[in-house]
């Protein structure tokens, strides 16, 4: 089956460690995203990349990194640096102009 | 940088009523549209997309929206919900053309009452 997939679907960490969250995706996009989820406030963007080995910060980058070594992948980092780390994330591509999305990851940072 | 509003942040009805949740943006040119749902523990998911053409689309499951450009409009209707329906719904822009960064609204929570 083609799609978008998100792991670790939950995540706990302990305050001041970094955490990695993988996305991988078979659908030969060349445009991923990262978004994250707050209630009340929507989705915020976080890094996109448009093409291999390039990406660019979005709204909420601050605290967070992002590589993309591979088409198919667009890993987030999120570091001891973000204050309020604990959120639904969400990764997505494009395609067409039409974004999909993953299922997300939960992280919850205590 | 384009900006879309959502103005029901909750909307609660009873099965069989009427929905309409309303969306604008802004920005200065041509856009694309889309409105997106995520059912409870599920991830978003396509509803309707408007790229050009006839401003009434129809999506899945019975949702249609109309783009109004004079108001910078993307409504979404249904004219009789139901409680499977009840849902988070997010309506999104991108500048067509160019680099393709959509932008979210903040989303409306729906619940129907069965």
């Known amino acids: 089956d083609g799609g978008i997939t998100q792991s670790p679907k939950y995540l706990f960490r302990k305050e001041g460690q970094n955490v990695t969250l993988s996305c991988e995706q078979n659908?030969?996009?060349?445009?991923m995203y990262w978004y994250r989820q707050d209630p009340g406030q929507g989705l915020r963007l976080i890094y996109y990349s448009q093409i291999v080995n390039d990406f660019q910060k979005g709204d909420i980058a601050e605290g967070y990194s992002v590589s993309r070594e591979k088409k198919e992948s667009f890993p987030l980092t999120v570091t001891s640096a973000q204050k309020n780390p604990t959120a639904f994330y969400l990764c997505?591509?494009?395609?067409?102009?039409?974004?999909?999305f993953g299922e997300g990851s939960w992280l919850t940072v205590v | 940088a384009q900006s879309v509003s959502q103005h029901n942040h909750h909307v609660i009805l009873s099965e069989a009523a009427s929905l309409e949740l309303g969306c604008n943006y802004s920005y200065g040119g041509t856009v694309n549209l889309f409105w997106y749902v995520q059912y409870p523990g599920q991830h978003l998911q396509l509803l309707l997309k408007?790229?050009?053409?006839?401003?009434l689309v129809k999506g899945i499951k019975g949702f249609e929206a109309e783009f109004i450009k004079s108001k910078f409009s993307f409504n979404l209707r249904k004219p009789s919900v139901q409680w499977s329906d009840t849902a988070e719904y997010f309506c999104?822009?991108?500048?067509?053309?160019?680099?393709?960064?959509?932008?979210f609204g903040r989303g409306t929570s729906l619940i129907v009452h069965p």
């Open positions: 997505a591509s494009c395609r067409a102009n039409t974004i999909y």
């Open positions: 408007y790229f050009s053409g006839d401003p």
């Open positions: 659908l030969n996009h060349d445009a």
């Open positions: 999104a822009v991108t500048p067509s053309g160019g680099s393709y960064i959509p932008t």
